[in-house]
């Protein structure tokens, strides 16, 4: 397998369209936590799910490229835009242009639904009524419910439905499908598909269900212990990549035989045996046609790539 940070540095110069989130060297210091150099473009078109454990310091690098929290080193553009200038109250036209969600809702809870559309709709110049309406009823959003009264999925729904409704070319979600049964997210991430259909559009969205990255991302960074870990085209892992179910004796086998470079055989021993990450399955099968290979998911990549050994 080749160095999945290089593929993170190419991703910030071979880009020929301007970024529309640019991380460069982002660090940020917490008693018992820093994140760390924290590096990468999301380009136009672009769906990037980004992945990591508990703690790992997604919501960090998220609230950094709002502007939220100051950031000890590096620095974040968002639009072409420090996003230290989303921080001011004469950024509006900018925050316009930025579609948020996080994973709680932020509108004011003494709010009816259908009210809600008409304090947007003040904010927002851009704001667009009847996508607003359609996304509502596709959501089954009650419009007489105050805010407060909604479930857990259903104030996701309704915080999505907002910052669909403005205009904005960038989309930026902390776990936002997370409260979402599976129907809602099926609607939702067909939205998303739709979303960054439209030029000079992106998503990038935090995610633990990495079943919806796995549908619609175009790309899956990884964050741990504040650093990122890998940068990849999503195909390329669950296309191309593929998890070898080894016996001891054929993991020593394929080791001896250099088919993977040394310092890059990265492993997961279980109860029957070891598995072992493949960069390309079609290839692998061809040399080693007797050792079951399946299919890589996230998942998969995530667990060899954080708790696996690497030899
Ligand atoms: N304001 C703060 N003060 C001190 N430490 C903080 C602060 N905000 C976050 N942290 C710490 O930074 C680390 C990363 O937190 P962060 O919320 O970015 O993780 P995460 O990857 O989003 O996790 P999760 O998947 O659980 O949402 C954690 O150790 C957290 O305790």
Partial sequence: MGDPMASA?????????????EARDMTKHYAGFSLQDVSFTVGEGEIVGFVGKNGAGKSTTIKALLGLIGLDGGSARM????????????????KERIGVVFDTVSVPGHLRV?????????AFTSWDARAFDR??????LDGAKQVKELSRGMGMKLSLAC????????????EATAGLDPMARDEMLDR??????????????????????????????????????????KDEITD????????????????????IPEHELRYRKND?????????????SERFPNVPVDRMTIDDYLTLTLKGGVR
């Fill in 272 to 284: 029957y045996g070891i598995d072992l990450l493949v960069p390309d399955r079609f290839a692998f």
């Fill in 135 to 140: 996304l509502a009823h596709a959501f089954d």
């Fill in 114 to 122: 259908r009210d809600v559309a008409r304090v947007m709709e003040r």
């Fill in 192 to 233: 998303l598909r739709d979303f960054v259909a439209e030029p000079g559009r992106a998503v990038f969205m935090s995610s633990h269900i990495t079943s919806d990255l796995e549908r619609i991302a175009d790309r899956v960074l990884c964050i741990d212990e504040g650093h990122i870990t890998f940068d990849l085209a």
């Fill in 163 to 174: 910052a669909l409704s403005h205009g904005a070319q960038l989309l930026i979600l902390d």
């Fill in 240 to 259: 191309e990549m593929g998890i070898a179910r080894c016996r001891v004796a054929d993991f020593e086998r394929i080791a001896a035989s250099g088919f």
């Fill in 9 to 21: 540095g190419a991703s910030l110069n071979a880009d020929a369209t301007p970024a529309l989130i």
């Fill in 79 to 94: 639009l072409g835009r420090d996003a230290r200038e989303l921080a001011r109250g004469s950024a509006a036209a900018l």
